[in-house]
């Protein structure tokens, strides 16, 4: 039954014809079927070029010109639109791969294309058709069998890359069952990274797994304190971590703190942090409300007061906790409150609070006010281990505060510029972003992300 199973998924699953060397994988099932990720690229377009369909088109063939979603001008050339088409990127060039509906029509433009280069070289050897010319400094061409063929343009003028075309079209794809698992009508693959993608005129849909992300393990086995929760704001965010990951979790604020305070006693921070490690149930809550560039994003402190932000976790025993946060008072400058503490950094101060089994930690007193007052007895099961509400708008008007000379100085401030400048405009226009993530056996995670615009005229509104 196991094995009949499997089968049935194998056959069921997409089969990309793509080439060992390639650094990234695009598999289309159906070319007849984008009509959905077009009308969200289009309307995604008006706002960032990135997103036009018009500007990624070219990629799809190494020298015809054709557009994935005009049917019309796949027909033309003898590719057929029902089809599946595969596009690989190895380093040294580039492959594409189709059903063809007329191999005549399609070897006729290919011929003329090619011969703009240079002499076309053709041979057939055992049922496959091979045809090449030189194109820039490097070589172009195609390989048939039957009504398979895979197109390629190289940056070199060797042979290597057009070798490993014959032998992928001289033999059927395999199924890739990570592919048929996934939803979408096109599929991304990068390494470890499988993204399946779709789309309406409202909204971008993508769903995918990965083993790259720096995330904990999650866990999804009981009801959230936080699951009635939904509050506003930059992102809003609910997981539940495994207990193999808490020390991962509470390492990351652990670590951050202490470059904040260089004074405080290294071994106690530690201390602090085991031992409310040992009383957490895994259950978290993460509330950025916006961003507020002060300081220097170069600093450790300009990157940690900037989202002005607040983190709950609920707690085993109230009582015990209280009791571990208690060298806190002894920290330097710190301050107790009825409920907590605060904690004078550089560049802003630190709120440790707690209410009943919930304790909250923020950098903003404002935010942590506001999340104390939401919080309550009510809990509700979730039907993933993580999920995030994010308000594109507040994240465009926090890539805006990024300072030229933080981008001149700093690469990764230097690629969130670049995204202000080309995703700014659409994230101003869109609605919302939310998805989900799960932890998957191995060590990787499962995620999926809805990015919505305003309802479209004749879209009626959720």
């Known amino acids: 039954m196991l094995s009949l199973l499997l089968a049935a998924s194998l056959a069921a699953a997409p089969a990309p014809r793509a080439v060992a060397s390639a650094d990234t994988v695009v598999h289309i099932p159906r070319l007849d079927k984008l009509s959905g ?43 057929d639109p029902a089809g599946p088409a595969t596009l690989s990127f190895p380093r040294r060039g580039k492959v594409s791969c189709a059903r063809l509906a ?25 049922g ?20 398979d063929a895979c197109s390629f343009a190289t940056l070199y003028d060797d042979d290597d890359l057009l070798k490993e075309v014959v032998k992928l079209v001289g033999k059927a794809p395999a199924p890739d069952a990570r592919l048929g698992k996934l939803p979408g009508v096109v ?17 971008l849909q993508a769903e995918g797994t990965t083993t790259r992300l720096p995330l904990p393990p999650f866990q999804s086995s009981s009801a959230s304190p936080y699951g009635a929760l939904e509050l506003d704001g930059l992102l809003f965010s609910r997981a539940q971590v495994a207990p193999a990951g808490l020390s991962q979790a509470v390492g990351s604020v652990r670590w951050s703190l202490q470059q904040l305070c260089a004074a405080c006693p ?16 895994g259950h978290l809550l993460v509330l950025v409300d916006s ?56 560049g802003g101060t630190v709120f440790v609070r707690q209410k009943g089994r919930q304790l909250v930690l923020g950098n903003d007193e404002a ?81 999926s992300l809805t990015w919505s615009l305003p309802a479209s005229a004749g879209t009626a509104s959720p």
């Not at 599929?187 to 909204?203: K, R």
């Open 37 to 79: 990720l077009q009308a969200f690229m289009s309307r995604a377009g008006t706002h960032a070029a990135l997103m036009r369909p018009s500007s990624w088109s070219a990629e799809f063939h190494p020298f015809l010109t054709l557009d994935p979603m005009r049917p019309e001008t796949l027909t033309a050339v003898g590719i």
């Open 102 to 126: 007329d191999p005549q029509a399609f070897q006729a433009k290919a011929a003329e294309a090619l011969a703009i280069g240079g002499a076309v070289k053709t041979a057939t050897t055992r």
């Open 128 to 147: 496959v058709m091979t045809a090449s010319a030189p194109r820039s400094t490097g070589r172009a061409g195609y390989v048939i069998k039957g009504k």
């Open 187 to 203: 599929f991304v693959l990068q390494g470890p990274l499988v993204v399946g993608l779709d789309g309406t005129a409202d909204g």
């Open 266 to 281: 290294p071994e106690q921070v530690q201390a602090v942090a085991d031992a409310v490690t040992q009383q957490l149930t």
């Open 291 to 346: 961003v507020q560039v002060k300081s220097s994003l170069r600093t450790p402190h300009g990157r940690f007061f900037a989202p002005r932000q607040a983190v709950a976790a609920e707690v085993k025993d109230a009582a015990k906790v209280k009791a571990a946060l208690a060298p806190l008072a002894k920290f330097p400058d710190a301050q107790a409150l009825e409920d907590g503490y605060t904690l004078p950094l550089k």
């Open 367 to 447: 935010v942590v006010r506001s999340l104390l007052d939401a919080l309550s007895d009510q809990g509700a099961k979730r039907p993933h281990a993580v999920d995030f509400t994010a308000d594109p708008r507040k994240v465009a008007r926090g890539l805006n505060q990024v300072s030229l000379l933080d981008i001149m100085s700093n690469q990764q401030l230097a690629g969130l510029f670049a995204m202000s400048a080309e995703l700014g405009p659409l994230l101003s226009h869109s609605e919302r972003i939310t998805g989900w993530l799960d932890s998957t056996p191995g060590g990787g995670h499962r995620f």
